[in-house]
């Protein structure tokens, strides 16, 4: 005899899944308007809006923005440095937080509570930014993107994310491979790796996107055009409106003679600034979650 059991919500519980409905519909209008809006700008002609006419979608369609944004060569250039700053930084911060979290994970040596003690201590404590501009003058990294890159190599954080994903793994696999002979070594690029994808890739995103997104690191060790990132040329662009810099075609000269970057061609580059992390984010976003979880909930 077949028995069908029905899982009926509660009062309560419908009224929580209704709110919770109208409060994630608000809240992902609030965040895709914006981006909605910035787009709109960029395809739409001056006059509307100047008289302040867009919102979410284009008035008298134009693509000036665009095209005057991909004619440029400097927009390129910030691409391709940012775009090595964050695929480098992230495979180097990956393999430095991967070889740092092992020995807290499995590890049985003399000193490991001071070892951890002293990884923690620097999420409490930094040693401030002018310090650290001294020490990557002393080694000659200023004007280099490794500054950047060393700069956010260990981060304390995502170590400890690692950790403690990796002490999830059962450790008889370690205790079984070391049987027959696998060293650390081993152990750590052929068990504990291909089993930490999830944590991986939450970390590998949340790199690239600090990467992607840094612009105190660039304007304090970056002094050459040739060598800016994204996100300096985003700040000249759209914060200074500054053509001048950038040889943007469209750039009109304002009363006191400098040259202002129309509105359209400015939201034309933050959409430009935007597409990768668009497109990167939907691929990993099924191991975000697992990943900060799983890494959040075990010790």
């Given at each position: 005899m077949l028995v069908s059991i029905r899982n009926k919500n509660s009062k309560g519980e419908k009224v929580f899944d209704t709110f919770n409905?109208?409060?994630?519909?608000?809240?992902?209008?609030?965040?895709?308007?914006?981006?909605?809006?910035?787009?709109?700008?960029?395809?739409?002609?001056?006059?509307?809006?100047?008289?302040?006419?867009?919102?979410?979608?284009?008035?008298?369609?134009?693509?000036?923005?665009?095209?005057?944004?991909?004619?440029?060569?400097?927009i390129y250039i910030s691409y391709a440095n940012t775009i090595f700053v964050a695929a480098v930084g992230c495979v180097l911060s990956l393999i430095s937080i991967s070889l740092a979290a092992y020995p807290m994970a499995y590890g049985d040596f003399y000193g490991k509570k001071l070892y951890t003690f002293m990884i923690i201590f620097t999420m409490w404590f930094g040693g401030g930014m002018v310090p650290t501009y001294l020490v990557m003058s002393g080694l000659g990294l200023v004007g280099t993107h490794w500054a950047?890159?060393?700069?956010?190599?260990?981060?304390?954080?995502?170590?400890?994310?690692?950790?403690?994903?990796?002490?999830?793994?059962p450790y008889a696999l370690i205790e079984s491979a070391r049987l027959d002979g696998a060293n650390d070594i081993v152990c750590l690029f052929k068990i504990v790796?291909?089993?930490?994808?999830?944590?991986?890739?939450?970390?590998?995103?949340?790199?690239?996107?600090?990467?992607?997104?840094d612009f105190l690191n660039p304007l304090m060790y970056l002094n050459d055009?040739?060598?800016?990132?994204?996100?300096?040329?985003?700040?000249?662009?759209?914060?200074?409106?500054?053509?001048?810099?950038?040889?943007?075609?469209?750039?009109?000269?304002?009363?006191?003679?400098?040259?202002?970057?129309?509105q359209q061609v400015q939201n034309a580059v933050i959409f430009v600034s935007m597409i990768p992390m668009l497109v990167v984010y939907p691929f990993v976003q099924k191991y975000f979650v697992k990943g900060v979880m799983i890494g959040s909930v075990k010790g």
């Open positions: 409905i109208i409060l994630m519909v608000v809240l992902g209008i609030l965040f895709i308007y914006p981006v909605l809006n910035v787009l709109a700008i960029s395809l739409s002609g001056s006059s509307p809006i100047l008289r302040g006419e867009v919102t979410f979608f284009p008035k008298e369609f134009d693509m000036a923005g665009y095209k005057d944004v991909f004619a440029n060569k400097y950047l890159i060393l700069n956010f190599l260990m981060p304390a954080y995502y170590l400890i994310i690692l950790r403690s994903f990796f002490k999830s793994i790796l291909p089993l930490s994808k999830p944590a991986l890739a939450t970390i590998a995103l949340w790199v690239i996107v600090a990467h992607w997104n055009q040739s060598m800016y990132t994204l996100q300096i040329v985003l700040n000249d662009i759209v914060l200074r409106a500054s053509g001048s810099l950038y040889e943007l075609s469209d750039a009109v000269q304002a009363g006191d003679g400098t040259m202002t970057v129309p």
